[in-house]
């Protein structure tokens, strides 16, 4: 009970700012000095990201189709290696190569502005067609289902609503000022469009025809001690990446050949545009290369066909069911036979992942926002075991001797890992030593890990006596060798 009452008074006092127990330099690390440690590495960190994400939104113009040509390099290097592979040399398999890409985006682009062209014609001949039908039929529906009486013509319009519309004057010019900018704005654009256009297929020329070498300047930088760890990592990387594109590409290609038969149908049958139905299917399915892009673009101008040369609701259903019945097919049928589980994301983080992207990079940022979220996964279990080593997750900080010791020790001399990334115990310093009491060893005393444990070895050899197989030492007629019994009796190193 006393006990009791002194230990309480020693604590009390604790908490009253008396003298506490004497922390030493570790355990004053353990409480205090991992914090701001902890803070500036986070603090760098977002410097570095920030300064990075700037950069690249500073000089978008420049970073994007150099970005664009590095990623049509590495989709086409595959199919470049193979018809190098069958004797065509490099140059005339990435001309070859580039020539059809090029020539199949023209003849699309082609065969699609036609039908684009026809379909604003069509939107501009129906839209008095759609005022009358919107002031004969619409209007009354929604008189009677919200008990408001709307006006029936211009001048009755004007007269109700005139008073606001003269407010509403400065903010509607201020509007106009702001769409002529973005006019003048967008017209940049295009022509930064068209120099992307030329710029693009001759930067993917030159990253094509230096591709293995600059993949093999990269390799270079990996330390030798960690060549292997890196390949593997490079390598699920690439497979999963690599594997989502291409396989996308192959998915996009059918799924506008099945959008185009569909829409085609269900255009012919029901007396609309069966060449505009063909055209929005090939335009939904390439689309598709961005998940779920495709599917709402295609289904929106679908739709709006459908409503601009209304023929019933027959034609409705009809492209609800094409766009219904593909969708159900691409997500569980073809898309998982062509690129399979590589990336392994959800539906729901895929949209998040995609909007994310197109938040901070644009459309770059939407291509490029699975690729590099899939390369993080593979990346997330060793990120996860790293994890499980801070002190933040074990609650044993390293203290700073330690840190010295683990440095040196980290690797051995033939570039392995040594025993501390095992989990095996770290030596205290003979710092640590002495501040506990502990009599500081001599040089001669102190051997490193690897000699102790060769030591440990020699004696457990010596210390170990033969099997005896069939006499004694003189029937035998040997030598003596280690480990027998000596004149005395005793075996060696024992006294």
């Given at each position: 009970?006393?006990?009791?009452?002194?230990?309480?008074?020693?604590?009390?006092?604790?908490?009253?700012?008396?003298?506490?127990?004497h922390?030493?330099?570790?355990?004053?690390?353990?409480?205090?000095?991992?914090?701001?440690?902890?803070?500036?590495k986070?603090?760098?960190?977002?410097?570095?990201?920030?300064?990075?994400?700037?950069?690249?939104?500073?000089?978008?113009?420049?970073?994007?189709?150099?970005?664009?040509?590095?990623?049509?390099?590495?989709?086409?290097?595959p199919?470049?290696?193979?018809?190098?592979?069958?004797?065509?040399?490099?140059?005339?398999?990435?001309?070859?190569?580039?020539?059809?890409?090029m020539?199949?985006?023209?003849?699309?682009a082609?065969?699609?502005?036609?039908?684009?062209?026809?379909?604003?014609?069509?939107i501009?001949?129906s839209?008095?067609?759609?005022?009358?039908?919107?002031?004969?039929?619409?209007?009354?529906?929604?008189e009677?289902a919200?008990?408001?009486?709307?006006?029936?013509?211009?001048?009755?319009?004007?007269?109700r609503?005139?008073?606001?519309?003269?407010?509403?004057?400065?903010?509607?010019?201020q509007?106009?000022?702001?769409?002529?900018?973005?006019?003048?704005?967008?017209t940049?654009?295009?022509?930064?469009?068209?120099?992307?256009?030329?710029?693009?297929?001759?930067?993917?020329?030159?990253?094509?025809?230096?591709?293995?070498?600059?993949?093999?300047?990269?390799?270079?930088?990996?330390?030798?001690?960690?060549?292997?760890i890196?390949?593997?990592?490079?390598?699920?990387?690439d497979?999963?990446?690599?594997?989502?594109?291409?396989?996308?590409?192959?998915?996009?290609?059918?799924?506008?050949?099945?959008?185009?038969?569909?829409?085609?149908?269900?255009?012919?049958?029901?007396?609309?545009?069966v060449?505009?139905?063909?055209?929005?299917?090939?335009?939904?399915?390439?689309?598709?290369?961005?998940?779920?892009?495709?599917?709402?673009?295609?289904?929106?101008?679908a739709?709006?066909?459908?409503?601009?040369?209304?023929?019933?609701?027959?034609?409705?259903?009809?492209?609800?069911?094409?766009?219904?019945?593909?969708?159900?097919?691409?997500?569980?049928?073809?898309?998982?036979?062509?690129?399979?589980?590589?990336?392994?994301?959800k539906?729901?983080?895929?949209?998040?992942?995609?909007?994310?992207?197109?938040?901070?990079?644009?459309?770059?940022?939407?291509?490029?926002?699975?690729?590099?979220?899939?390369?993080?996964?593979?990346?997330?279990?060793?990120?996860?075991?790293?994890?499980?080593?801070?002190?933040?997750?074990?609650?044993?900080?390293?203290?700073?001797a330690?840190?010295?010791?683990r440095?040196?020790?980290?690797?051995?001399?033939?570039?392995?890992?040594?025993?501390?990334?095992?989990?095996?115990?770290?030596?205290?310093?003979?710092?640590?030593?002495?501040?506990?009491?502990?009599?500081?060893?001599?040089?001669?005393?102190?051997?490193?890990?690897?000699?102790?444990?060769?030591?440990?070895?020699?004696?457990?050899?010596?210390?170990?006596p033969?099997?005896?197989?069939?006499?004694?030492?003189?029937?035998?007629?040997?030598?003596?060798?280690?480990?027998?019994?000596?004149?005395?009796g005793k075996l060696?190193?024992?006294?």
């Amino acid at each position: 009970m006393m006990n009791d009452g002194c230990e309480l008074s020693e604590f009390m006092t604790n908490r009253k700012g008396g003298a506490g127990p004497h922390l030493d330099a570790g355990e004053q690390w353990e409480r205090f000095g991992r914090y701001p440690y902890l803070l500036a590495k986070l603090l760098v960190f977002g410097l570095v990201l920030g300064g990075v994400f700037w950069t690249l939104g500073k000089f978008a113009a420049v970073v994007f189709p150099i970005f664009v040509s590095l990623l049509f390099a590495y989709l086409l290097d595959p199919t470049i290696d193979r018809l190098e592979s069958r004797g065509l040399g490099r140059t005339p398999a990435i001309l070859l190569v580039l020539l059809a890409a090029m020539l199949s985006v023209t003849i699309f682009a082609i065969f699609l502005y036609p039908t684009l062209a026809n379909q604003a014609r069509l939107i501009i001949e129906s839209f008095p067609a759609l005022l009358e039908t919107l002031q004969n039929d619409a209007l009354p529906r929604i008189e009677r289902a919200f008990g408001v009486e709307m006006p029936s013509t211009a001048a009755a319009a004007m007269e109700r609503y005139g008073g606001q519309i003269r407010e509403a004057l400065p903010t509607i010019g201020q509007h106009v000022g702001s769409a002529l900018t973005n006019a003048v704005t967008r017209t940049g654009a295009v022509v930064a469009s068209l120099v992307n256009a030329v710029m693009i297929p001759l930067f993917t020329f030159y990253f094509l025809r230096d591709f293995d070498l600059g993949r093999r300047s990269l390799v270079r930088f990996i330390p030798p001690h960690r060549y292997e760890i890196f390949i593997e990592r490079l390598q699920k990387m690439d497979q999963a990446v690599g594997q989502w594109f291409r396989g996308q590409i192959q998915v996009a290609l059918i799924l506008a050949g099945m959008y185009a038969l569909g829409l085609g149908v269900v255009y012919g049958v029901f007396g609309l545009d069966v060449q505009s139905g063909v055209v929005i299917g090939l335009l939904a399915g390439f689309l598709n290369v961005i998940p779920y892009f495709g599917f709402a673009v295609g289904s929106l101008l679908a739709v709006l066909v459908v409503l601009i040369q209304w023929s019933g609701w027959g034609a409705l259903l009809g492209v609800g069911l094409v766009f219904g019945v593909t969708q159900m097919l691409e997500g569980y049928v073809i898309t998982p036979r062509i690129v399979g589980d590589k990336v392994g994301l959800k539906p729901v983080t895929v949209i998040i992942v995609l909007l994310l992207g197109g938040n901070i990079g644009g459309l770059l940022g939407i291509l490029l926002a699975i690729p590099v979220t899939g390369a993080l996964k593979v990346l997330l279990p060793d990120i996860i075991a790293w994890y499980e080593t801070t002190s933040f997750y074990t609650g044993k900080a390293t203290r700073p001797a330690q840190m010295q010791v683990r440095a040196h020790i980290l690797t051995d001399d033939k570039g392995e890992d040594a025993g501390i990334e095992r989990g095996e115990n770290v030596p205290d310093s003979p710092d640590r030593r002495t501040m506990e009491g502990a009599k500081e060893p001599s040089e001669s005393q102190v051997d490193t890990p690897r000699e102790a444990s060769e030591e440990g070895e020699q004696d457990t050899t010596s210390a170990t006596p033969p099997v005896d197989e069939g006499g004694s030492d003189d029937e035998s007629g040997d030598d003596d060798v280690p480990g027998e019994k000596g004149d005395d009796g005793k075996l060696p190193g024992h006294d």
